[in-house]
């Protein structure tokens, strides 16, 4: 069973950073990998996604600039998220998944979704 775990979100202000990390376990090929977000009373969407083997990177408009996805492949994939100049909307349940490529969904996302992580941007 493929488990994902996110972390390293928290409370930052506006013009503040954070890295999230995104380890995957119980996947037995390399995949896609992308993460999401969720405000509240929102639907979740797409933020990031990182090719099978790092080549190709995809970014939402309102993160392009300011985010960047990378990845680590060994026994487990890992996934980061470094985000920079956060802002109020930035704010939100931050999750990642497995996808068949980088031009992943929420409707192409492979696994279960994980508890994710919050992330606040307030001052």
């Known amino acids: 069973q493929v488990q994902l775990e996110e972390s390293g979100g928290g409370l930052v202000q506006p013009g503040g950073s954070l890295t999230l990390s995104c380890v995957v376990s119980?996947?037995?090929?390399?995949?896609?990998m992308g993460w999401f977000r969720q405000a509240p009373g929102k639907e979740r969407e797409f933020v990031a996604s990182i090719s099978r083997f790092g080549v190709v990177t995809r970014y939402s408009d309102s993160v392009k600039g300011r985010f960047t996805i990378s990845r680590y492949d060994d026994a487990k994939a890992t996934m980061y998220l470094q985000m920079n100049n956060l802002k109020p909307e930035d704010t939100g349940v931050y999750y990642c998944?497995?996808?068949?490529?980088?031009?992943?969904?929420?409707?192409?996302?492979?696994?279960?979704w994980g508890q994710g992580t919050q992330v606040t941007v307030s001052s």
């Open positions: 998944n497995n996808g068949p490529d980088s031009t992943m969904s929420t409707n192409t996302v492979l696994d279960s």
């Open positions: 119980g996947r037995s090929s390399r995949t896609a």
